[in-house]
């Protein structure tokens, strides 16, 4: 982000609230990027006179945690997008709009028309505006695709300029050539490991438009708790962190469980660590405490397992960084130990994971368990007696 202009008003989109501590990671450690490099570039007041707006699926859970903070130090202005979903009768018009006219972008437009009326308020004539995808993951989801294609759209022919900002890209999705097309229409593009730099190379993405840069969450503050729960031991704790996304994909009907079952039997078992169970997505259809509580629930009469409650994502950070050893499934909860010197073993399930491995090791292989592979129930503990 350092080659960009950054003297302007920008938007950040595609960010999915901050109940995924991992879109929170990503949104607060890019936004205190932002405004550190325009400090560095001499801006006037850090471009107070341009808003760094970031547009949010929900403006509640983003108040809830740290990008709260992040707008009263002025760094951001949090807008909360339109949800067709919630006006009947909207949903209805737009509906019947785009099926007769064919404007797929008809939603996207409803959808993102709070941002345009809030840049409304700011000087625009004299500085082409920036557009920042910070949702670059999303791309690892075929379903996903083509609205993200829709917004970037929107947001060119308003006039942005556009930047994909840490992505990972699946590099047999490349074969689209619907996808491809869009990517070219981005300024630049920040891959966030090398399996997806060298896949947009392959598809043609010219290498003056690509950066090979780290996931902006290795920047994220870390924030030590005031205190900790009973039975968390700093230094003494093996770190858990398992996502019903991750067992959706299973091949095997329940391995996953399985395996974080008889992973932490051995633990307790041969070694004079605790557990300590981190959820990082709360989202309340895809909420990481359901299984977190279930493994609770199996172990809690042993005093040595800790089900750690929400928190901001720079506190959950705090935890995980007085781990001595991590297992994590949520993307952002490895990078959080990665880049806490916690030795880190991953249930994985895309390129991201393996992507992310192979930079750091030199390989992915013993480091990432890809979930659609698993079938052996001790494959979780004979990976962590390797690493351990």
Same mark, same amino acid.
């Given at each position: ?148 294609? =829709?917004?970037? &759209? ?6 942005? $300029? /556009?930047? *994909?900002? %840490?992505?990972?890209? @699946? ?38 438009? =690509?950066?090979? &840069? ?6 994220? $503050? /870390?924030? *030590?708790? %005031?205190?900790?729960? @009973? ?158």
């Amino acid at each position: 982000m350092e080659n960009l202009n950054l003297n302007r008003p920008i938007i950040m989109y595609m960010h999915a609230g901050s109940g995924n501590h991992g879109c929170e990671a990503i949104a607060n450690s890019t936004l205190k990027m932002i405004y550190r490099l325009r400090k560095e570039m001499g801006c006037p007041g850090a471009c107070t006179a341009f808003p760094v707006i970031l547009v949010t699926n929900s403006l509640a859970e983003d108040r809830r945690y740290s990008l709260k903070e992040l707008e009263e130090r002025g760094l951001c202005v949090i807008v909360e997008e339109n949800h067709i979903d919630r006006h009947f009768f909207t949903h209805v018009a737009l509906y019947g709009w785009r099926m007769l006219t064919k404007d797929w972008e008809s939603f996207l437009r409803y959808r993102f028309a709070p941002v345009f009326k809030e840049l409304k308020a700011y000087d625009q004539e004299t500085v082409r505006p920036l557009a920042i995808s910070i949702g670059g993951d999303n791309y690892c989801y075929p379903e996903m695709v083509p609205d993200l294609i =829709l917004s970037d &759209r929107v947001f060119r022919k308003k006039g942005f $300029e /556009t930047v *994909l900002w %840490g992505c990972s890209i @699946e590099p047999s999705s490349l074969k689209d050539k619907k996808l491809v097309e869009d990517l070219q229409g981005f300024e630049k593009i920040y891959a966030r490991e090398s399996i997806t730099y060298e896949a947009l190379r392959g598809a043609g993405i010219s290498e003056d438009r =690509l950066v090979l &840069r780290k996931d902006p969450a290795f920047e994220l $503050e /870390t924030e *030590l708790p %005031g205190r900790y729960p @009973e039975n968390f031991i700093p230094g003494k704790m093996v770190g858990i962190n398992l996502s019903p996304m991750v067992q959706q994909r299973e091949s095997k009907p329940g391995i996953t469980m399985e395996c974080y079952r008889n992973l932490i039997k051995y633990v307790l078992d041969n070694t004079d660590n605790n557990i300590a169970l981190v959820p990082h997505v709360v989202w309340a259809n895809n909420d990481d405490r359901k299984p977190l509580k279930e493994l609770y629930d199996a172990f809690y009469s042993t005093g040595r397992v800790v089900l750690l409650e929400d928190a901001p994502a720079e506190e959950l950070k705090g935890f995980i960084s007085q781990c001595n050893f991590f297992v994590g499934a949520r993307t952002h909860s490895t990078i959080a130990a990665y880049s806490s010197g916690v030795k880190t073993l991953v249930i994985g399930y895309s390129v991201k994971s393996r992507g992310i491995a192979k930079d750091l090791y030199g390989d992915y292989e013993g480091y990432v368990l890809p979930v659609q592979e698993l079938s052996n129930p001790m494959a979780l503990t004979e990976a962590y007696k390797r690493m351990a």
